[in-house]
């Protein structure tokens, strides 16, 4: 089997998780879960044949820091450390793999937005919502 499945990733405490099926250009998932699940569920669909790619936010990446305390700094850092964690896991699988940096305006879609654009009417929340704007339009 040819891999169609692409699948988002947003790191972090709560891990967003997307697919995207490239033969419909629908969305087939969007959630959120925890880290070892979210590696769990790339890992089967990996080993099935089916995953084409996937893509995660790296916090690593990111060139532009706000003025936020250091709580939010020490968010950061563990973020970072999710980041490194996937990089490994998705390096020791041989996943096709794309690390984007934040971006402004391509993460914390409204519920009502996020459905306008791509179609989804399944319950979602902001972390799913992250993962699936890394990669609603792939091919």
């Known amino acids: 089997?040819?891999?169609?499945?692409?699948?988002?990733?947003d790191p972090g405490v709560k891990t967003g998780f997307a697919e995207l099926d490239t033969q419909t250009c629908k969305l087939r998932d969007?959630?959120?879960?925890?880290?070892?699940l979210a590696m769990?569920?790339?890992e089967g669909t990996h080993r099935s044949g089916a995953l084409k790619m996937v893509v995660f936010e790296d916090a690593r990446?990111?060139?532009w820091f706000g003025s936020k305390g250091p709580e939010a700094r020490q968010g950061a850092g563990s973020i970072k450390r999710d980041c490194s964690i996937w990089a490994d896991f998705l390096a020791d699988l041989g996943c096709p793999t794309l690390a984007l940096k934040p971006q402004a305006g391509m993460t914390k879609w409204?519920?009502?937005a996020f459905a306008n654009m791509t179609g989804w009417v399944g319950k979602t929340n902001e972390h799913g919502r992250d993962a699936?704007?890394?990669?609603?339009?792939?091919k």
């Not at 969007?30 to 070892?36: E, L, R, T």
């Not at 699936?132 to 339009?137: E, K, P, R, S």
């Open 110 to 112: 409204s519920a009502a």
């Open 30 to 36: 969007v959630q959120s879960m925890a880290i070892h």
């Open 40 to 42: 769990g569920a790339v």
């Open 132 to 138: 699936a704007c890394l990669i609603w339009g792939r």
């Open 1 to 9: 089997m040819t891999g169609h499945i692409i699948i988002g990733i």
């Open 61 to 63: 990446l990111r060139t």
